[in-house]
């Protein structure tokens, strides 16, 4: 009876034959009869049946070794026949590539059958001492050659596969690549010292074992191949768990090992109270519903196929917010499209409001609770922000652990048909939340998959909404400054009427029977009603006049103004154009523009100073200069805030909005401004307009 060893080898090989058997059975009950299907199938049972025979002959030592090599090469023939049939499809159209492919296929057939007619004439030297008798160096070089013909075919593989097809055969590449680079280094390690190491074959059933698992996912990813194999994906976490279960064992023994080793007399007793804690705490972490269900999410994002064509699916999404139906707001379309990605046939949308409660403000096929009314401090709401987790009603009324520190609002539980509670996350704040219907089947696989794409598009729901939600506030700041520009200048408009009423009144007690002065206050009077009644047309009708533009007399204007303000201190002193000329504009608003100006530069000049107003006509232009020598301006404020609205140095008693109104006028008009200025000298202003030419039958008019 032969004599029974079990060794590191025998559970190497028998390791590596079992994991084969499995994939071979896998495929087995799925193949279709394809040829490529087939090839596969019979490249993995023999590897299984190879890695059998060595775990058997480990044990007994009672098969001869030449059968042993026989499996091996027909192994080699198996894998390469499988690899050069992938590569036959990938070059049909390529004569350069059948040629070269062609030339491998016959050179690592040639040298296959070379070494099987050597193992059978020379079977005396294929024992794993290998002793060097004529002709073992010529078998060890024939076996790197066929590993470097294997790799030079995995690399032809995938250096010929698009860049967009490779992850579907990236794992495949591995997985026979990592079996042809080990062969090519035990094979050239037993050439270069001349006999074969022990270590490395022995490990060699495990390290092809390794593979198995790249192939079954290359295999699952590859619809090409036409096998539906299905790995089932609790099968894949308890084989995981199970692997890691015991590759942490070993690691924990192997450590126990060395405590009991260098503990001295206290060794047993330490490695007694090590291995104890370490199988709690290994128990304690496959207990752990977290940690289990992190494990099956890590499985299942790198190692199945996705469940949603996410490229389809965003585009969907997409074309439904950017086309909504018709008459349908946007609330409700937002809903409907995040709606379709989980079949749901309705929901409710809820936005937070400035009082800080969570309202419904739209709804779509399904109807709005009763007092769903929910504040921002509920532990509801605290929740989603803080954790911005999809929940799934139908898992926390299963399990509540699921959701800890979760507590629903009554009438949430109430809900007729509610499914999903979704956030809207923008920039880490909750700016409401969608609740999602059921249909007629609750969905049982709703899974992290489900929840990731959900989330997305959430965000980017909620991005849209900010974007309406700030559009429509900034429509209403638009409105409120055209209502305060409007308010601004009516209320200019009247300071300056007030002031100009207030000279009345404070002269008319020392003046009143002067008939001069009478008149000239009835016309200032007069003046200010027929300005009030302007400002209050243009707060009846909420917008700014420009007025009424046509041919004003520059001569004429001027003289107004001053006579305007001579009342005020110093008088300003006129000098016109020899000869008149005309502009094109709005003759009141340019009187007025004209007079605060004057009074600004009053304001700025003591009663000993001197306030200019002068206008002469150069290249079709009309400039108009005043010109005071009173407190003047900085270049700084000049350049950086004279002409902005609300800035002034008068403090109090000035609004700030008068320069900018004399530059909008001015530019409206087709003209321009410039203001040269010096503290302690004083400010020139100067306005450029261009001339009005008169028209054929306003000369004629004047002949006449």
Request: charged residues 15%; negative net charge; proline residues 3%.
């Given at each position: 009876?032969?004599?029974?060893?079990?060794?590191?080898?025998?559970?190497?090989?028998?390791?590596?034959?079992?994991?084969?058997?499995?994939?071979?059975?896998?495929?087995?009950?799925?193949?279709?009869?394809?040829?490529?299907?087939?090839?596969?199938?019979?490249?993995?049972?023999?590897?299984?049946v190879?890695?059998?025979?060595?775990?058997?002959?480990?044990?007994?030592?009672?098969?001869?070794?030449?059968?042993?090599?026989?499996?091996?090469?027909?192994?080699?023939?198996?894998?390469?026949?499988?690899?050069?049939?992938?590569?036959?499809?990938?070059?049909?159209?390529?004569?350069?590539?059948?040629?070269?492919?062609t030339?491998?296929?016959?050179?690592l057939?040639?040298?296959?059958?070379?070494?099987?007619?050597?193992?059978?004439?020379?079977s005396?030297?294929?024992?794993?001492?290998?002793?060097?008798?004529p002709?073992?160096?010529?078998?060890?070089?024939?076996?790197?050659?066929?590993?470097?013909?294997?790799?030079?075919?995995?690399?032809?593989?995938?250096?010929?596969?698009?860049?967009?097809?490779?992850?579907?055969?990236?794992?495949?590449?591995?997985?026979?690549?990592?079996?042809?680079?080990?062969?090519?280094?035990?094979?050239?390690?037993?050439?270069?010292f001349?006999?074969?190491?022990?270590?490395?074959?022995?490990?060699?059933?495990?390290?092809?074992?390794?593979?198995?698992?790249?192939?079954?996912?290359?295999?699952?990813?590859?619809?090409?191949?036409?096998?539906?194999?299905?790995?089932?994906?609790?099968?894949?976490?308890?084989?995981?768990?199970?692997?890691g279960?015991g590759?942490?064992?070993?690691?924990?023994?192997?450590?126990?090992?060395?405590?009991?080793?260098?503990?001295?007399?206290?060794?047993?007793?330490?490695?007694?109270?090590?291995?104890?804690?370490?199988?709690?705490?290994?128990?304690?972490l496959?207990?752990?519903?977290?940690i289990?269900?992190?494990?099956?999410i890590?499985?299942?994002?790198?190692?199945?196929a996705?469940?949603?064509?996410?490229?389809?699916?965003?585009?969907?999404?997409?074309?439904?917010?950017?086309?909504?139906?018709?008459?349908?707001?946007?609330?409700e379309?937002?809903?409907?499209?995040?709606?379709?990605?989980?079949?749901?046939?309705?929901?409710v949308?809820?936005?937070?409001?400035e009082?800080?409660?969570?309202?419904?403000?739209a709804?779509?096929?399904?109807?709005?609770?009763?007092?769903?009314?929910?504040?921002?401090?509920?532990?509801?709401?605290?929740?989603?922000?803080?954790?911005?987790?999809?929940?799934?009603?139908?898992?926390?009324?299963?399990?509540?652990?699921?959701?800890?520190?979760?507590?629903?609002?009554?009438?949430?539980?109430?809900?007729?048909?509610?499914?999903?509670v979704?956030?809207?996350?923008?920039?880490k704040?909750?700016?409401?939340?969608?609740?999602?219907?059921?249909?007629s089947?609750?969905?049982?696989?709703?899974?992290?998959?489900?929840?990731?794409?959900?989330?997305?598009?959430?965000?980017?729901?909620?991005?849209?909404?900010?974007?309406?939600?700030?559009?429509?506030?900034?429509?209403?700041?638009?409105?409120?400054?055209a209502?305060?520009?409007?308010?601004?200048?009516?209320?200019?408009?009247?300071?300056?009427?007030?002031?100009?009423?207030?000279?009345?009144?404070?002269?008319?007690?020392?003046?009143?029977?002067?008939?001069?002065?009478?008149?000239?206050?009835?016309?200032?009077?007069?003046?200010a009603?027929?300005?009030?009644?302007?400002?209050?047309?243009?707060?009846?009708?909420?917008?700014?006049?420009v007025?009424?533009?046509?041919?004003v007399?520059?001569n004429?204007?001027?003289?107004?103004?001053?006579?305007?303000?001579?009342?005020?201190?110093?008088?300003?002193?006129?000098?016109?154009?020899?000869?008149?000329?005309?502009?094109?504009?709005?003759g009141?608003?340019?009187?007025?523009?004209?007079?605060?100006?004057?009074?600004?530069?009053?304001?700025?000049?003591?009663?000993?100073?001197?306030?200019?107003?002068?206008?002469?006509?150069?290249?079709?232009?009309?400039?108009?200069d005043?010109?005071?020598?009173?407190?003047?301006?900085?270049?700084k404020?000049?350049?950086?805030?004279?002409?902005?609205?609300?800035?002034?140095?008068?403090?109090?008693?000035?609004?700030?909005?008068?320069?900018?109104?004399?530059?909008?006028f001015?530019?409206?008009?087709?003209?321009?401004?410039q203001?040269?200025?010096?503290?302690?000298?004083?400010?020139?202003?100067?306005?450029?307009?261009p001339?009005?030419?008169?028209?054929?039958?306003?000369?004629?008019?004047?002949?006449?």
């Amino acid at each position: 009876m032969p004599e029974i060893t079990i060794s590191v080898g025998t559970v190497s090989h028998l390791l590596g034959a079992a994991l084969y058997l499995v994939m071979s059975l896998l495929l087995l009950a799925v193949w279709r009869g394809k040829r490529l299907a087939s090839l596969l199938l019979i490249a993995s049972f023999i590897s299984f049946v190879w890695f059998a025979c060595l775990g058997y002959q480990n044990t007994y030592h009672s098969i001869p070794y030449q059968y042993l090599h026989v499996l091996e090469l027909i192994r080699n023939i198996a894998w390469y026949s499988f690899l050069l049939h992938i590569l036959a499809i990938a070059f049909a159209e390529d004569p350069g590539g059948t040629r070269r492919l062609t030339l491998v296929r016959l050179a690592l057939f040639t040298l296959s059958g070379l070494l099987l007619l050597h193992v059978f004439f020379a079977s005396s030297i294929l024992s794993l001492n290998w002793s060097f008798f004529p002709g073992t160096r010529a078998v060890l070089i024939g076996y790197v050659l066929l590993a470097l013909g294997g790799l030079i075919l995995v690399e032809w593989l995938y250096r010929n596969t698009h860049p967009d097809q490779r992850w579907s055969i990236k794992f495949l590449c591995l997985a026979l690549g990592g079996i042809f680079s080990y062969d090519f280094y035990l094979y050239s390690d037993a050439l270069l010292f001349r006999h074969v190491n022990l270590e490395l074959w022995n490990a060699r059933g495990a390290i092809n074992g390794l593979t198995v698992p790249l192939l079954a996912i290359s295999v699952a990813r590859n619809k090409d191949w036409s096998v539906k194999l299905f790995v089932s994906r609790h099968v894949v976490f308890h084989t995981t768990t199970f692997m890691g279960a015991g590759i942490y064992l070993l690691l924990m023994s192997s450590a126990g090992f060395y405590i009991k080793k260098y503990g001295g007399e206290w060794g047993q007793v330490l490695q007694a109270v090590f291995l104890f804690g370490a199988l709690m705490l290994l128990l304690g972490l496959l207990f752990s519903g977290r940690i289990r269900q992190q494990l099956k999410i890590f499985l299942h994002k790198h190692f199945f196929a996705n469940k949603y064509e996410y490229g389809q699916e965003w585009l969907r999404f997409t074309e439904t917010l950017s086309k909504p139906e018709t008459n349908e707001p946007i609330a409700e379309n937002i809903i409907r499209a995040i709606a379709q990605i989980v079949e749901s046939p309705g929901g409710v949308l809820w936005m937070v409001r400035e009082t800080g409660e969570y309202t419904p403000v739209a709804n779509w096929s399904m109807p709005i609770p009763p007092a769903a009314i929910i504040a921002s401090h509920s532990p509801f709401i605290r929740f989603l922000e803080e954790r911005e987790w999809v929940i799934y009603l139908e898992e926390y009324s299963q399990n509540t652990d699921a959701y800890e520190g979760l507590r629903l609002p009554d009438w949430l539980l109430e809900m007729d048909r509610a499914m999903l509670v979704l956030p809207l996350m923008q920039n880490k704040q909750l700016m409401g939340f969608i609740i999602l219907a059921s249909a007629s089947e609750i969905r049982a696989d709703f899974n992290w998959e489900d929840s990731d794409l959900l989330k997305t598009v959430g965000r980017q729901a909620a991005s849209y909404l900010a974007i309406l939600n700030l559009s429509g506030k900034l429509a209403e700041a638009k409105q409120f400054e055209a209502f305060n520009r409007l308010s601004a200048y009516v209320v200019h408009d009247l300071k300056n009427v007030v002031a100009q009423l207030s000279l009345v009144v404070s002269n008319a007690k020392k003046h009143m029977h002067n008939e001069e002065f009478m008149e000239d206050a009835m016309q200032t009077v007069e003046h200010a009603v027929t300005k009030m009644n302007r400002m209050l047309g243009q707060l009846r009708k909420g917008q700014h006049e420009v007025g009424n533009i046509r041919r004003v007399m520059v001569n004429s204007v001027l003289t107004a103004v001053a006579e305007r303000c001579k009342a005020g201190s110093p008088a300003p002193l006129l000098t016109p154009l020899s000869v008149d000329s005309c502009v094109a504009i709005d003759g009141e608003r340019f009187e007025a523009v004209l007079e605060h100006i004057v009074q600004n530069a009053q304001d700025a000049t003591d009663e000993n100073g001197q306030v200019s107003l002068t206008v002469e006509q150069l290249d079709g232009e009309v400039i108009i200069d005043i010109q005071d020598n009173g407190s003047g301006m900085d270049e700084k404020f000049v350049q950086n805030h004279l002409f902005r609205p609300f800035y002034t140095t008068k403090g109090n008693a000035g609004m700030g909005i008068g320069a900018y109104e004399c530059k909008e006028f001015v530019q409206n008009a087709g003209g321009r401004i410039q203001v040269t200025s010096e503290l302690g000298v004083g400010t020139q202003f100067r306005i450029i307009l261009p001339l009005s030419q008169p028209t054929a039958e306003a000369e004629l008019g004047n002949m006449l």
